[in-house]
């Protein structure tokens, strides 16, 4: 879909709020996908733009990479507008989403679509297409009496929560008013909720859980672009990262291949670029 919007994302704060006096920075696996991914869509004529806090602009400046999406912008609040950034470390995204309008592809770093399906336009029924669906495994995705909240919160009982929830990665939206609608729901559970340390059931009811819920609720048609049961498969479309990090980071050989791949495949696809190596290559 030439002229589409594709938009990425980075907020510094769940790193820093981690780690006060530490130095941000990205691996370099990442920083390739992250480059590779958005190289690609602009080959397919799509317009890309980096979504940032303060910190991240100021990362990839440094980095002198800012030139790698259209468009380099400072929308996600520092402070994360008060919602606590270690429990909640995706939710950059979501304020990232809340200021680009419909129709809108949402790419993770870590996923590069090397082709696109077929994504129905701002005339067509209201639609979302989403990575794949997630099973409802209780240690992911507990149940709502899991949660602790503020005594003024309070679950929608109208909403059916057996969903499978939708894995974000890859998000196409089509519907400014849903896309609102699920943004709004979201962050007020993510301002009612209390500080612990579960740094993963609270964060995917947030941002995954709900968006399938909400759209059930509303009659929205889904799309998944993969097969959960076959993820690890190699994908000719789609590369997604995700589950491969940490073996990466713990095997320095495997890692290495890894970035050899990416090096050449920015050589041969986009000579033009070739002059970012360098500056990743740098981090070691």
């Known amino acids: 879909m030439e002229g589409l919007t594709v938009m990425y994302s980075l907020s510094t704060l769940p790193y820093f709020a981690k780690n006060p006096n530490g130095r941000f920075s990205m ?5 390739y996908t992250a480059a590779i991914s958005s190289l690609v ?10 979504h940032c806090d303060t910190g991240g602009a100021e990362y990839f400046c440094k980095m002198g990479l800012s030139d790698l999406w259209n468009e380099m912008v400072i929308t996600i609040p ?7 950034p270690k429990m909640f470390w995706a939710a950059g995204k ?16 870590d996923f590069i679509a090397w082709q696109l ?5 701002m005339s067509e029924a209201s639609c979302i297409v989403a990575a794949h669906r997630e099973p409802l495994s209780p240690r992911n995705y507990p149940d ?4 602790k909240t503020t005594p003024d919160y309070s679950f929608d ?14 998000l196409y939206m089509n519907d400014n008013e849903f896309k609102q609608y699920y943004i709004g729901c979201s962050m007020e559970f993510m301002k009612s909720a209390l500080p612990c340390d579960d740094y993963l059931t609270y964060m995917v009811y947030a941002e995954q859980r709900l968006l399938a819920v909400l759209a059930e609720h509303k009659g929205i048609k889904v799309k ?31 890692l290495e291949r890894f970035c050899k791949k990416c090096r050449n495949r920015i050589r041969n696809d986009f000579p033009e670029w070739e002059h970012i190596i360098e500056r990743i290559e740098k981090k070691r």
Not at 78 to 84: P, Q, V
Not at 94 to 109: H, I, N, S
Not at 117 to 121: K, V
């Open 41 to 50: 869509r602009r080959r397919a004529g799509n317009t890309t733009i980096m």
């Open 27 to 31: 691996e370099r696996f990442e920083l």
């Open 78 to 84: 520092t402070d994360l507008d008060g919602i606590n």
């Open 117 to 121: 399906p077929e994504l129905p336009g």
């Open 144 to 147: 709502i009496s899991h949660f």
């Open 224 to 254: 998944a672009i993969l097969e959960y049961n076959q993820l690890s498969l190699p994908q000719k479309r789609y590369t997604h990262t995700w589950g491969a990090k940490q073996f990466m980071q713990n095997n320095p050989t495997e």
């Open 94 to 109: 979501l304020f990232a989403l809340r200021e680009t309008d419909c129709p809108v592809l949402m790419l993770d770093t």
């Open 157 to 170: 009982t109208a909403l059916n929560f057996t969903v499978q929830p939708l894995n974000t990665a890859f």
